[in-house]
């Protein structure tokens, strides 16, 4: 019989050693190759399991039998999928510089399309051209070159007023009751007063909200690192890799803003209420109505979806 490698990330069996786990809440991604094991985000059990492990992603792998057909999961997404992950774990460049850094990766890769042996062998040499790149320097004086094109994040911040979030996940506190209506006049604003918020939010997250993540500093980076891992990023069905570069830079901005909107009035962004906010912003996003809301944002992105997404990275 053959054997297939079977991986399971410390996440997984750090909520499984929880005296109140459900095993029925651990997936199992299965092609002809391995089989991942995860977990769906939208509770603050499972959540906590990822975002509070700083070795959440330490891979606990075996060959097991091959019980079961799958689809064979194609060498170029296999390939593409690890080089995202060389690149979204170089140290310790900042998340949003290595967010960029990906997003010319896939735009490289993309001018190599099909999955012979020469294009495959130079899919894999990427990473290490990237980190020259950025041992030099270059991809940051790149970055910081970059013009700042606010318009989508006022959008994304505008649009937070329309989802329709599952407030019952935050812990109980003053906030938890504030913030539901603070969000939903971000729909009243007039364009004025988004370009100030926009500005504001920004600022907030550089001098406070960022600082609630110094002591855990792996949080933010397993999210990021899960959505490579569970998704096959940036293997899809339909959308293509920059597509799925825009969607997860879209939802990670979406996410700062909600932090930041925590701390606008003083309040302080505990470990426990980072986590609920993510439980709480995955269950939202595997909604149908996040999805349409995903569909008109790839409809018709302003310069293309690789520029939308480093927009959404910019100052």
């Known amino acids: 019989m053959p054997q297939i490698d079977y991986h399971q990330p410390e996440f997984v069996r750090h909520y499984l050693s929880q005296p109140d786990a459900n095993p029925e809440q651990v997936i199992a991604l299965n092609w002809s190759q391995e089989t991942r094991l995860s977990l769906p985000l939208d509770s603050t059990a499972t959540c906590g399991a990822l975002l509070q492990k700083p070795d959440a992603f330490v891979l606990h792998s075996e060959k097991r039998d091959a019980k079961n057909a ?7 997404a296999r ?3 690890q080089v995202s992950f060389d690149i979204l774990t170089l140290h310790p460049l900042p998340a949003d510089i290595r967010l960029y850094a990906l997003g010319i990766l896939l735009s490289f890769a993309e001018k190599s399309p099909g999955e012979s042996d020469e294009t495959l062998a130079l899919l894999a ?3 290490e051209k ?8 270059a991809l940051q004086a790149q970055f910081a070159q970059m013009p700042s094109v606010p318009a989508l994040q006022r959008k994304l911040i505008s649009g937070l007023a329309e989802q329709e979030f599952n407030w019952d996940l935050l812990p109980e506190s003053q906030r938890k009751q504030a913030l539901p209506l603070q969000i939903s006049l971000l729909s009243l604003q007039d364009a004025n007063s988004e370009a100030l918020l926009q500005q504001q939010l920004t600022d907030l997250w550089e001098t406070t909200a960022s600082a ?3 002591t855990q500093p792996w949080m933010l980076e397993n999210y990021l690192l899960y959505r490579l891992y569970h998704d096959v990023f940036p293997c899809h069905e339909h ?3 920059q597509q799925r570069y825009l969607l997860l830079n879209a939802d990670y901005f979406m996410l700062k803003s909600l932090f930041s909107l925590w701390v606008m009035d003083g309040s302080v962004l505990s470990e426990e209420e980072i986590v609920a906010l993510v439980a709480m912003f995955e269950q939202w996003r ?3 109505a996040a999805q349409d809301y995903y569909r008109q944002l790839l409809a ?3 310069g293309g979806a690789l520029l939308s997404a480093f927009s959404l990275l910019v100052r």
């Open 300 to 302: 018709s992105p302003a």
């Open 130 to 137: 990237m980190r020259e790149h950025l041992q030099q320097g």
């Open 286 to 288: 595997h909604t149908p």
């Open 212 to 214: 609630s993540f110094d």
């Open 239 to 241: 959308d293509s890799a």
């Open 79 to 81: 390939l593409l999928n």
């Open 125 to 127: 040499t990427l990473p």
């Open 70 to 76: 799958a689809d064979a999961l194609p060498a170029r």
